[in-house]
């Protein structure tokens, strides 16, 4: 059992930066492939970005490729999407999730468990 807390999300101007952190409790945190996927109001989820267990081959959607960066620190059990160049179309609810795999995947229904999603507002 994995339980994902996330944090960093906020209110930030058109232009700006943000760094969102989700910690992870368990074991073998390097196992598990981590994704950031966002929800914005009256839109599906939409996979973001994600990293294998062992931080290699970072994969992020096409639309947001060159302002977000994935990265993970395992000895901390924490994944981080550092997010730059923000957007008013930015804002969303961000969701950490874990995948029973070492091996990434950008499609929702193949990550196991979810946190509770953090909030960011871009405004213009």
């Known amino acids: 059992q994995v339980t994902l807390v996330e944090s960093g999300g906020g209110l930030v101007q058109a232009g700006g930066s943000l760094r969102l952190s989700c910690a992870a409790s368990?074991?073998?945190?390097?196992?598990?492939?981590m994704g950031w996927f966002r929800q914005a109001p009256g839109k599906e989820r939409e996979f973001a970005a994600a990293i294998t267990g062992n931080g290699d081959n970072p994969v992020y959607t096409d639309t947001l490729k060159g302002r977000l960066t994935i990265s993970r620190d395992n000895a901390k059990n924490t994944v981080y999407l550092q997010m730059n160049t923000l957007k008013p179309e930015d804002t969303a609810v961000y969701y950490c999730a874990a995948r029973s795999s070492p091996f990434t995947s950008t499609r929702e229904r193949q990550y196991n468990y979810w946190g509770q999603g953090t909030q960011v507002t871009v405004s213009s």
């Open positions: 368990g074991r073998r945190f390097s196992n598990y492939a």
